[in-house]
């Protein structure tokens, strides 16, 4: 019955990428801006966020270096809980027999909250170095 089971699962995955249809402008619709897509705008908005960064901080260094930190923050959240959640079952699921286990779901998850607060104060940390030191 698990067998059967995880056939199905497989061919109804096979079925869904198969079958999915995927629309797309053209390239001469995208270059020349008329009926261009949610890909490409978002591409225009992404540019022009880099160019505040640059504007603000003054060179294309520190403007790129904002930017990816930025991104990190942005992302970081969301790792972070998918990794506090793989600890949570190590330590509380799969620990309940196994000690050696239960600590090793312990110390990750201290050591995944540690990442993601080193990766939102961040941020913080370099806009207030470069700002004072006077590079700006």
Request: net charge neutral.
């Amino acid at each position: 019955m698990k067998r059967m089971t995880q056939v199905v699962l497989i061919v109804l995955f096979m079925f869904m990428c198969f079958f999915t249809t995927v629309y797309a402008d053209s390239d001469e619709q995208v270059i020349q801006g008329n009926g261009a897509g949610p890909v490409y705008e978002l591409k225009k908005h992404e540019e022009a966020t880099l160019e505040g960064y640059k504007e603000k901080y003054g060179s294309d260094t520190y403007g790129v270096t904002a930017y990816i930190l930025d991104k990190l923050r942005i992302y970081s959240i969301p790792l972070v809980f998918i990794g506090i959640a793989f600890s949570a079952v190590y330590q509380y699921v799969v620990g309940l027999k196994r000690l050696d286990v239960r600590d090793k779901g312990f110390n990750s998850m201290i050591a995944i909250i540690t990442i993601g607060i080193i990766f939102q104060i961040l941020p913080l940390v370099f806009a207030i170095v470069v700002t004072n030191t006077g590079n700006q």
